[in-house]
């Protein structure tokens, strides 16, 4: 006599075959690892809980345990001697390497041209980051310079945007700093800015003279060579400059 087979040929066995085995069971703190360092930009807490949110089907993880998380993998990075550090830049984390392996990096990327700012850009960058949302003519007040090719170069950085248009007469444009502002010059956001007393406190330091006075040399060569460099380029004329934008 037949007795029923035992084998897996039922309608349950067959079930149990089409389903797909359970996703492995990652932590949080893998998770996270994984996206900031895919990520070309800086990558927030929130937007961190909701890609594992997506992926786990549970609730999303809260800032605070996204925040222990990056904190563990930087514990974790210390621990082990890791080159890696996990960096709150822009509102958003980054990951970096030790600044101590600078020499490294920049030995790598030896071929690679480094974008330095100059005086005058750094004088108009400062403005509109400590006085923000600003419209150029206050820039201009501040620097006593005109100050349009320095807004326009760090436009083209795209280290400030234009942030609006202000109530006064002639509606001129408003300038504001960018994230990318922040990432790099390593601001978590504008409140990580040094106060002007700081700042102020800097400029003071008799250490501090040798360097300005190069700074100021530095700076007279600079406005003959952006001189020369305006009369061979399509530069607005003075009329043009000092019209409302």
Same mark, same amino acid.
């Given at each position: ?25 990652? %932590? ?9 360092? /895919? ?7 929130? @937007? ?6 997506? +992926? ?6 809260? /800032?605070?345990? *996204? ?8 514990? %974790? ?37 480094? %974008? =330095? ?16 949302? +600003? =419209?150029?003519?206050? *820039? #201009? ?19 400030? @945007? ?15 700093? =960018? &994230? ?18 700081? *700042?102020? &406190? ?6 501090? #003279? ?16 952006? &001189?020369?460099?305006?009369? #061979?380029?399509?530069?607005? =004329? ?8």
């Amino acid at each position: 006599m037949n007795h029923p087979s035992s084998s897996s040929s039922g309608p349950d066995s067959s079930a149990a075959e089409r389903t797909p085995p359970e996703a492995p069971d990652l %932590t949080l703190a893998e998770a996270a690892e994984a996206i900031i360092f /895919a990520a070309d930009a800086p990558v927030s807490s929130s @937007h961190i809980a909701r890609s594992v949110a997506e +992926v786990t089907g549970r609730e999303p993880p809260s /800032a605070p345990e *996204v925040d222990a998380a990056v904190e563990g993998l930087n514990d %974790t990075y210390a621990e082990n001697g890791r080159a890696l550090r996990i960096k709150n830049w822009a509102d958003g984390y980054r990951m970096v390497t030790r600044s101590s392996l600078a020499p490294f990096v920049k030995a790598y990327y030896v071929d690679e041209q480094e %974008t =330095t700012l100059s005086r005058s850009l750094m004088e108009a960058l400062a403005v509109i980051a400590y006085r923000q949302p +600003v =419209t150029r003519p206050e *820039v #201009d007040f501040v620097r006593g310079v005109n100050s349009d090719y320095a807004i326009r170069k760090l436009m083209e950085m795209d280290l400030i @945007h234009v942030d609006g248009r202000a109530d006064s007469v002639g509606r001129p444009l408003l300038y504001s700093t =960018t &994230d990318r502002f922040l990432e790099q010059f390593g601001l978590e956001s504008l409140q990580s800015l040094p106060t002007l007393r700081e *700042v102020q &406190d800097l400029l003071d330091d008799p250490d501090f #003279d040798e360097e300005r006075a190069q700074l100021l040399q530095l700076d007279r060569e600079e406005g003959v060579s952006v &001189d020369l460099l305006d009369e #061979d380029s399509s530069a607005p =004329t003075s009329e043009e400059a000092d019209a409302p934008d």
